[in-house]
């Protein structure tokens, strides 16, 4: 059975740019208030604030805060805070679209170095591990409730390899085995745990891919839909996913891509 999800709350991490801004639009526009990190410079933290404020324009409140979303003190000083502006009431929606890491080969290349020790690892810690500390965290303030949905953005590098995509692709999958363990652990509590798989989609960490351009052109033209994903494609499918109070659904690696994994 389908609920309208006015009134609650969402909590989305990388809220500023790309399937993290248009799901928060969209979350807005379903009447839901906005909880939002992200990590911008200069005019990125411009853009953000206006986001914000046009939220607000929608009659949600909007919260947006700059920080590192990777970091244990961003936690602590957060999860706190989020609580008193939420008035005790459990995040909805949880988004985890943090994306942020390196794309050096393994190997040394004419082009680059090899993957540093401290880059695999700051990868996976940003794109996989904090998705458990954020649930960890939200989970002992009381923020997770039955009903309360979890999110993280997965790719098809689960599994391809592409060059230079290494270290992303280990975070990706060990991104999916947090999913899978979250969604067993917090069973008992009524939280569904899921992976959005997006196809390619254009967005500000796409592009920093070196080969993004043979990326889009070929899932421009294999996906069954003759088009690429779009960021609204993937925040139509949180709402939709939110809408039951259900947790039957989780566990999984949902593909948001048009059937574009099919035939590519």
Sequence with gaps: MTESLKGSWALVLGVSSGIGLATAQRLAREGVSVLGVHFDLGEGQEKAAVAA???RALGVEAHFVNAD???AATRR???PRFAELTGGRPVRILLHSLAFGTLAPYLPTGAGKPVT???MNMTLDVMAHSLVYWTQDLHAAGLLAPGSKIYALTSAGDTHVSPNYGAVSAAKTALEAHVRQLAVELAPSGV???????GVT???SLERIPEHGEMVERAARTNPHG???RPDDVAEAVVTLSRTASSWITGNVIGVDGGEVLTS
């Design 202 to 204: 254009l967005t500000p």
């Design 77 to 79: 000083a957060l999860v």
């Design 69 to 71: 979303a990777a970091q």
């Design 227 to 229: 088009r690429l994903t």
């Design 192 to 198: 569904a745990v899921n992976a959005l798989r997006a």
């Design 117 to 119: 020790p401290r880059q």
């Design 53 to 55: 404020e046009e939220l």
